[in-house]
């Protein structure tokens, strides 16, 4: 059995403006603004009475797993521009106290397990990063930075050429969007 044509429609909240220009979509909300262009050339994007409606003709299995992604790229964008996205991350140490600071577009982890040298972890776009004691706050309105700001800390306090089980030092992400993870 042949499908011809695969629509899906995304309606846009009453607080969001959105903007479609050929392959570039802007939204607009109450935290900020996000544009992403997006670039699937069998995937067709246009805009019906304040909603996106994404549509792929004959499509085959690539294409349409790349219409759910659109899709799900699409729906994060709106929750970022409308609320958000908050990781809570828990500092734990230990052998040695680390002392941690934001500076600019870096943060700087000193004194992980005694090293001389301090640690550097990227910050990605226009996220937030707020430290208090041993808990870090990352927010911002872009998933895909919140997320990769996330893993730069946690990969930053990596632990190298000792046994894991022993030294269990480092940044922990703990909480995302206030839902607690499990262990």
Do not use: C
């Not at 903007?19 to 570039?24: A, I, K, Q």
């Not at 799900?72 to 709106?78: E, K, L, Y």
């Amino acid at each position: 059995m042949l499908v011809e044509e695969i629509k899906e429609e995304i309606e846009m909240p009453e607080d969001v403006t959105m903007t479609l220009s050929g392959r570039t979509l802007v939204l607009e909300g109450p935290k900020g603004k996000l544009e992403r262009t997006f670039k699937y050339p069998t995937i067709s994007l246009h805009s019906k009475n304040g909603s996106i409606v994404l549509s792929v003709a004959y499509p085959r299995k690539p294409d349409k797993a790349a219409l759910y992604t659109l899709l799900s790229h699409i729906r994060n964008m709106i929750h970022g521009v409308e609320g958000g996205y908050t990781y809570k991350l828990r500092v734990v140490y230990a052998h040695f106290p680390l002392n941690i600071k934001a500076e600019g577009d870096k943060v700087v982890i000193e004194n992980y397990l005694g090293e001389r040298h301090p640690r550097i972890a990227r910050i990605v776009g226009d996220t937030k990063v707020k430290i208090s004691g041993d808990e870090i706050l990352v927010e911002g309105i872009n998933k895909e930075h919140v997320g990769q700001t996330t893993a730069n800390l946690e990969h930053a306090t990596r632990v190298i050429k000792r046994d894991p089980r022993v030294f269990q030092d480092g940044i922990y992400l703990v909480e995302r969007n206030g839902v607690p993870l499990r262990w």
